[in-house]
């Protein structure tokens, strides 16, 4: 690649609605292997069993389109803390991807370049937003969300799941997962989102990390992370219907041109 063009990561959005069955995605469940068809048959909750056939099944449908390969033929592994990974035929390009889901959406990511992550966060959950915050984010992230107003406010709790996301895409991009603390890193939002401070005993640079954060719709947050996506992020979105999801995502390729984030 040319190293004056942004690097391309490719986002499929899906809005899983709270009544869709899962007989509505049978598309999508014919696409899934024998071990993800074990994994949706222990869930118990309809509504966990949707969105895991949703997630899974756009994640074969983009990582078909953009590898030129049949969904079937895919292998998916997982490393040591659950980061996806694929395992394509012999004459299908290599690809990273990263996926992601949450009440009411799912999200699936490829890129040819490198590992990166991916996250999206519901924000009408009921927590303790406080004590979460406290657990989780450093002193300073803290100290910015409090300087936005009270945790009851709007502002507050926007931060609050967008810094949730953001962090989780880079724990995520680590290949680490929750197992390493999100307290190691801090973010800030002086503008576009970034990482001010790693700890030293991660032995990294945060300039080296690009971080992109949004909110496709009003209730959800969602980021990327990737190291050393020199010179920008160019992040490419399509939104894909939950009953078309074995059709094929297309309009990565042949129709409407999706979305672009370019930072």
């Avoid at 966990?48 to 078909?64: D, E, Q």
């Avoid at 953009?66 to 996806?84: L, M, N, V, W, Y």
């Avoid at 939104?239 to 094929?248: D, K, L, P, T």
């Amino acid at each position: 690649m040319d190293h004056s063009d942004p690097v391309q990561v490719h986002i499929a959005l899906c809005w899983v609605d709270e009544a869709l069955p899962l007989d509505a995605l049978s598309g999508a469940v014919a696409m899934l292997d024998a071990g993800e068809l074990a994994r949706l048959g222990r869930f118990r909750r309809a509504r966990s069993k949707t969105l895991f056939a949703a997630a899974h099944g756009l994640l074969r449908a983009i990582v078909a389109e953009c590898a030129e390969t049949d969904p079937q033929r895919i292998d998916f592994g997982a490393g040591s803390h659950g980061k996806p990974s694929v395992e394509l035929p012999d004459e299908a390009r290599d690809v990273h991807v990263s996926l992601s889901h949450t009440d009411g959406l799912v999200a699936a990511a490829w890129t040819r370049v490198g590992p990166f992550g991916l996250d999206v966060q519901h924000a009408g959950r009921s927590r303790d937003l406080p004590g979460v915050a406290e657990r989780v984010y450093t002193h300073h992230e803290r100290s910015e969300m409090d300087g936005l107003g009270p945790p009851t406010s709007d502002a507050w709790t926007k931060r609050f799941y967008t810094l949730w996301a953001t962090k989780e895409a880079w724990l995520k991009a680590c290949g680490t997962g929750f197992s390493r603390s999100p307290q190691l890193a801090a973010v800030g939002f002086d503008g576009e989102p970034a990482i001010t401070w790693l700890a030293p005993e991660l032995d990294d640079d945060p300039g080296a990390w690009k971080l992109q954060s949004w909110w496709p719709g009003p209730d959800h947050a969602a980021a990327v992370a990737m190291r050393d996506a020199e010179p920008d992020l160019d992040v490419r979105i399509a939104w894909v219907e939950a009953r078309e999801i074995a059709s094929g995502v297309s309009v990565f390729r042949d129709g409407p041109a999706p979305r672009q984030l370019l930072w």
